[in-house]
Each structure stands twice: as structure tokens, then as C-alpha cells.
């Protein structure tokens, strides 16, 4: 199975040369369909993780391949939720799921001829995620768990090879954060994308991941790769066992060890 993403012996300092040195020595891969969580304690270099992904931050030292092709500038193939939604509130939950349309290059050229295939793909998206009938309402009449579904559907509607995740579901509640995660474990079986997903949720891990990488405190560099065992597809009680509660536990001890050694 080919790598989709390879971190090599990644450096990324903020500030100049004698900036804060967020990840030092990473180095990761994830392949093609796979879903990937990573962890770690805060300030560990998650979020910057992402960045060198898809191309808004470019390492000093090191390389970050990307479907095959070095990243020197922004990743077209990559669509991005984060924790908070930022639906622009002057249009409707459909005009922003459409909004990447107008973005990406291969669909800007295309949206104006083909709109109605292009509707008729983000209100699939909506029924998927449990929205059906709501792409004309504006933002503000959606709760923030209704948001979040339709920032996924954003995230997908340009049809992305690798769909980054950086704490998405962090600002819900414990209820709708469940809902929530397997409306994602759905969408990943469904659409075969490739899924990197930041999170200080241990449980959202173990659920959700074919693997969950471990980061260091800062600087950030990977410690330790798990696969997760268990059988797909997962329903919400598997967290009630023993071997998931052990892996949660696992992983909670590396991370306190990180925070310790920092």
C-alpha cells in the first residue's frame, strides 16, 4: 500500500533562527486510506503537524511528500475541519458547503456550468451526515453540533485524497462529540478518504483510528505508533471494554511519561 504522507526527519522553528523549535526529528507516514489519530500533550507540535501537511508551514529542515509530490506550497488535494466551524452567517448551509468550489482550481472552472451537479453532490453529503433539508438554513439557525456536520461536508464536497481533522468535535458536548464520531467513522467507510485526525480525546482515538501516532513534548517528534486492534465497524460500546479502556489507559500513561520528561 503506497504512503500518502511521509514526514522525514522534519525541523520547523517559529521565529527565525532562534525561535521556538515546535517539532524537531518527525517523522511519520500514513497511507492511502487509512485513518490516523495523533496525540500528545499540549503545545506538543499537533497543530503544526497539520500545518506541514498541507503546505502552510514549509520545514527548514527535512521533507514532507504528499501524494507523491514535495510540499512547497499549499496541498490542493486536502480539505481541513477545525474545532470551530467559521460558517460565513450571510450565506446558507449549503453556499458554504459550496464555498471550496469557488477555491480549488479543478472546480472553480467547472461550478458555474455544472452547479446543479454540484448541488445535488453537497445535499448528498448533507442527507450522509444527518442534515437533509437543512442546506437552506443559515448558520446561526444550526446548533453547534448541526456546524460541525456541515464543516464536514465542506471538508469533502471538493472530494479531497486526504481530509485533516484538528479537534473537531473538542467544543461539543460528551453526546453530540459521539454522534459525531460515527457520523466520521461512517463517511470514512463510505468514501475511502483518508483521514488525519489531531485530538487530546484518547477515546476519540482509539475509536475512530486504524493507528495513533504518540508525540513528544515540544519539540514534537513521534515516540511510539500503535495499530488499534479492533474489528470495524466499531459501535460506541466497544468503549465499555476492557481491551479498549487497556489501550486508552496505554496511551494516557505514554503522554503523562511525555509531559514528565519535557
Known sequence: ?????????????????????????????????????????????KSTLMKLVTGLHIPQVGTVIVAGQHVTQPVSIVGMAFQNPTMLPWRTTLENILLPLEIVEKHRHRLRANRREYIEKAEHLLELVGLKGFGEKFPWQL????????N??????????????????????????EELWCVIRDLHAAQ?????????DLREAAFLA??????????????????????????????????????VHQLHGEIAQARAVA
Open 152 to 177: 464536514l461536508c465542506r471538508a469533502l464536497i471538493h472530494e479531497p485524497e486526504l481530509l485533516m481533522l484538528d479537534e473537531p468535535f473538542g467544543a461539543l458536548d460528551a453526546f453530540t462529540r
Open 210 to 247: 486504524d493507528k495513533i501516532f504518540v508525540m513528544s513534548a515540544r519539540p514534537g517528534r513521534i515516540l511510539k505508533e500503535h495499530r488499534v486492534p479492533f474489528e470495524r465497524p466499531r459501535d460506541l460500546e466497544i468503549m465499555y471494554e476492557t481491551r479498549f479502556n487497556d489501550l
Open 192 to 200: 475511502g478518504v483518508t483521514i488525519v485526525l489531531v485530538t487530546h
Open 143 to 150: 446548533s453547534g453540533g448541526m456546524q460541525q456536520r456541515a
Open 1 to 45: 500500500m503506497a504512503h500518502l504522507v511521509s514526514i522525514d526527519d522534519v525541523d520547523m522553528r517559529y521565529g527565525g533562527a532562534e525561535g521556538t523549535l515546535a517539532v524537531s526529528g518527525l517523522t511519520m507516514r500514513v497511507d492511502k486510506g487509512d485513518f490516523a489519530a495523533v496525540v500528545g500533550p499540549s503545545g506538543c507540535g
